[in-house]
């Protein structure tokens, strides 16, 4: 069954716990700016707000890719195909959520893959901030209570991303 991350705002601490152990399994370096899950901060204003692939149902990052680099892998998680990624970008432009991101170092598109099943940012978190959740009533609930508080947070509304 298909799964995504569910973010809880009001538990994440901005700690970026998670942006390391992601960077460490992914690219063997505790490096944030090559994480696949970023923590935007306005520290003046107390925000903290995870930045991370929704798995779209109707993804735009994979309909706007000129390669096909950004495709399902056997356990339904939306991934991108470094090997075939050009590096182009429209991938970045096309996600309304800023889920996916060019990688400093390889230049070519990164996102969340949910770490093939065993997400790392969920292990790192202390705070439970971070939950992996199946696709269904509850598990849209989650990630839609957490999309909405993080527009919230920046005071947008998903009205006006989608516009």
């Known amino acids: 069954m298909k799964s995504f991350l569910a973010i809880d705002l009001h538990k994440c601490t901005g700690c970026r716990n998670c942006e390391l152990a992601c960077s460490a399994k992914n690219v063997k370096s505790f ?4 994480s696949r899950i970023q923590i935007l901060k306005d520290e003046p204003r107390n925000l903290m707000v995870p930045m991370v692939c929704l798995q779209c149902e109707e993804p735009l990052c994979e309909q706007d890719c000129p390669t096909g680099a950004i495709s399902y892998n056997e356990k339904g998680t ?4 470094s090997d ?25 598109a990164v996102k969340c893959d949910l770490c093939w099943g065993d997400p790392a940012c969920i292990k790192a978190c202390d705070y439970g901030a971070i939950s992996l959740v199946e696709a269904g009533k509850e598990g849209y609930k989650a990630r839609r209570e957490g999309i909405d508080l993080a527009f919230q947070t920046i005071g947008m509304t998903t009205g006006e991303v989608v516009e």
């Open 31 to 34: 490096n944030p700016r090559r």
């Open 78 to 81: 939306l991934f991108v195909n």
């Open 84 to 108: 075939v990624c050009i590096g182009c970008m429209n991938c970045v432009t096309a996600c309304v959520y800023g889920g996916i991101e060019i990688d400093p170092k390889t230049l070519k």
